[in-house]
């Protein structure tokens, strides 16, 4: 024997019927949304309230609430509805405010930089009776939304000096011979140093490590000597020369620059500041230039 009918009919719209689905079967919707479709769709099969809200493990009250919302509004009745959520407390003059402070130097109002924070800006509000009261979170979303953080600070060393017109000249030459567009017989050389690792011997062996203990490693240390690495790249070629040496004198620098001369076959230099000119063949030291 069949039970009771349904209280409340629903008859889906054929297009309604597909979104239904799709929404239940989706998992980016938001689960209320999904909740109601389910009971919607259950409805529309004829299935009684209370079977409904057993399925879907809720009150009768709330499935009825659903199936008479869509009777009434078709599917804009379960979708949500946008909300205005909580008024604005401070008006968008504050906001100007903040930004205004935040784009000061701290010093100006007699604050140091390293007190520089959404507190200080807070009290700095309310201080210049802007506000009677804002709170420090405040203060930090609506700097966040601005991309601001006054707080933060970089060391960067400004020119003691300016730069002259034979300062520019060096540069261009320089930059020449990086861009220029070279002749067969010439090539870019630009020669440096690597750092030097020194190896270094413990006059005890390390022990390991025990219970409560953690590994002992022994202060005192043998030299055995470094090796230092002195090459030139090719800026057209990718083409390295480079040769390691005991020390790294003037005496050292001059016999690698020999020694890469040998890779180019080349007879004779003279000097042209800030580079070594070699013919055919251009030399450039970063520290120099």
């Known amino acids: 024997m069949s ?14 019927g597909q ?8 998992w980016k919707k938001a689960h209320g949304c999904v909740f109601r479709a389910t009971i919607i769709l259950l409805l529309s099969f004829g299935i009684s309230i209370s079977q409904v809200s057993y399925r879907t493990n809720t009150q009768r009250n709330t499935v009825r609430k659903w199936g008479k919302r869509y009777a009434l509004n078709g599917l804009d009745g379960i979708l949500d509805s946008p909300r205005p959520g909580r008024p604005p407390t401070f008006s968008p003059d504050v906001a100007m405010h903040i930004i205004k402070i935040a784009c000061e130097m701290p010093h100006l109002r007699g604050r140091s930089l390293s007190q520089w924070d959404c507190n200080e800006i807070a009290r700095e509000l ?10 420090a979170e405040t203060v930090r979303r609506i700097l966040n939304y601005q991309k ?13 000096d300016k730069r002259d017109e034979a300062f520019c000249l060096q540069v261009e030459e320089i930059m020449d011979l990086y861009f220029r567009t ?13 750092t030097s690792i020194q190896a270094r011997k413990r006059l005890v062996e390390p022990i390991a490590a025990s219970k409560e203990k953690p590994v002992l490693v022994e202060h005192e240390y043998e030299r055995k ?11 057209r070629s990718g083409q390295v020369y480079g040769k390691c040496y005991n020390r790294k004198r003037q005496v050292e620098f001059t016999i690698n620059i020999s020694y890469c001369r040998s890779f180019r076959n080349i007879s004779y230099m003279r000097n042209v500041a800030p580079s070594i000119l070699f013919p055919l063949t251009f030399w450039i030291f970063p520290e120099l230039s």
């Not at 309310?126 to 709170?135: L, P, T």
């Not at 601001?148 to 003691?160: A, E, I």
Request: glycine share 4%; hydrophobic share 40%.
């Open 182 to 194: 070279l002749n067969p017989w010439e090539c870019v050389l630009c020669t440096d140093e690597k």
């Open 3 to 16: 039970g009771p009918a349904p209280s409340i009919r629903i008859k889906l719209h054929p297009e309604d």
């Open 126 to 135: 309310v201080r210049s009776g802007i506000v009677s009261s804002i709170s």
């Open 225 to 235: 000597g470094a090796l230092n690495l002195l090459a030139a790249f090719d800026t």
């Open 148 to 160: 601001l953080k006054p707080w933060r600070h970089h060391m960067w060393l400004s020119p003691k």
């Open 19 to 26: 979104k239904l689905q799709r929404i239940v079967r989706s």
